[in-house]
């Protein structure tokens, strides 16, 4: 064997674990959604501007960031949970949010995790930095979906 078939074998395994290798990274990435208003997390997912996806490495670094337009209606009873989950979202970090919409997530796939609030790039850096540390409260609602809401929820 000569010295040119030893390169070829050691550039071609060197290309084929570099390709493996982001492949696996892509594998490995997390998607974050976060019901937002004004650059912060929105106090009620049903009720929020935009939704702001974070796609994080698997070394918890914040990859990107995008804005998801919110549709109308209130989150349970939107369509918004199946295009979280195809969009490959895993986990929702909300402020209040209500059972029939955590339900609908849970089902989507999606990790619910509520009670924030603050800034969302301060909110990220600390589920990334410290897992959830919040209450996990489910709002309290007692609506029908005509829509006057009596909300019981500590955020509103």
């Known amino acids: 064997m000569n010295y040119d078939f030893y390169m070829s074998i050691f550039l071609y395994s060197h290309i ?5 290798r982001k492949l696996l990274n892509n594998i490995l990435m997390k998607k974050i959604a976060i019901p937002t ?20 490495g698997d ?5 990107t960031t995008e804005r998801m337009d919110s549709p109308q209606g ?12 195809n969009h490959g979202v895993e986990v929702m970090l ?10 609908v997530l849970n089902n989507a796939g999606i990790e619910v ?12 850096e600390d589920y990334l930095s410290n897992g959830y540390k919040g209450q996990n409260d489910t709002c309290a609602h ?5 829509h006057d809401h ?6 509103h």
């Open 37 to 56: 208003d004004g650059g912060k997390v929105d106090s009620h997912f049903g009720h929020c501007q935009y939704y702001t996806i974070v796609t994080v």
């Open 150 to 155: 009596d909300h019981q929820c500590g955020n």
């Open 16 to 20: 084929i674990f570099n390709i493996n």
């Open 94 to 103: 909300s402020g209040g949010i209500g059972q029939g919409a955590r339900n």
């Open 74 to 85: 209130c989150g349970c009873k939107s369509n918004i949970a199946p295009i979280l989950a």
């Open 113 to 124: 995790f509520s009670g924030y609030s603050g800034a969302i790039s301060e909110v990220v």
């Open 59 to 63: 070394d918890n670094t914040v990859l």
């Open 142 to 146: 007692n609506h029908d979906h005509g």
